[in-house]
């Protein structure tokens, strides 16, 4: 799995360098498309079921969009802010990450909401080495988020993920009536979840879009979103879609 994740994270390597105003979300999404060829890996992301099947190799999202954004010939402005997703398949194994990243100078609210989204995942991925189960970690991603001023999106949640990106157990960013009831899980080696805390600077309320795919906030206030593979072993938590160390 941390071949897969290395590959996911060479592909977030190409799409950053890519990000500044007047880049098209396609031209991203093309090269980390051959990215993934050159690598031998397979896209994830690309053909997964909907009313129309997902198009694309990366989900990109912008500003008010949230997740699930499709590339296209939308340019970059200077101001924006943009989530990459993508995952691809290795030797049988997957790996999923997001990130969100400003394009050229952004407002220093929405740099804030930016580094809370990130500030979060970084804290839940600490707290998997320290916590018994996953509504522990849960809850306290769901105070630092309050604490900010920000909202958590409940509507999309991260997940298991092995052989197949999305795999149980569920893995909500706040403790859902879900976890309480008999969702909740311990946190011990050999477990490998895709945490992925989406946070909207204002209401948590998403609603869908015409595409049958992109997610935006329901009231246009930006959303970011960071996301890691993020397996535990003897020795702690490990992000699998990290850099090389
Ligand atoms: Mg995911
Ligand atoms: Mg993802």
Sequence with gaps: MRKAGLVVWEAHQVAASMVRPGVTTGEIDAAVAKLFQDKGAVPLFLGVPGV?????????????????????????????????????????WC?????????????????????????????????????????????????YVREAGFSVVESFVGHGIGREMHEDPQVPNFVSKQLRRN????????????????VNMGTKRVKGMPDHWTQVTQDGLPSAHFEHTVAITESGPVALTAGPT
């Design 95 to 143: 790996g999923d990450s997001a990130i969100t990243h400003p394009v050229g100078q952004v407002e220093p609210r929405v740099m804030r909401l930016l580094a809370v989204t990130k500030g979060v995942l970084d804290l839940a991925i600490e707290l998997m080495g320290k916590r018994r189960r996953w509504s522990e970690v849960a809850s306290e991603m769901e105070s």
């Design 183 to 198: 969702g909740d899980f311990e946190l011990r080696p050999g477990l490998v979840i895709a945490i992925e805390p989406m």
């Design 52 to 92: 129309v099947p997902f198009p694309a190799v990366t989900c990109i999202s912008i500003n008010e969009e949230v997740v699930h954004g499709i590339p296209g010939a939308r340019r970059l402005l200077e101001g924006d802010v943009v989530s990459v997703d993508t995952g691809c398949r290795l030797d049988g």
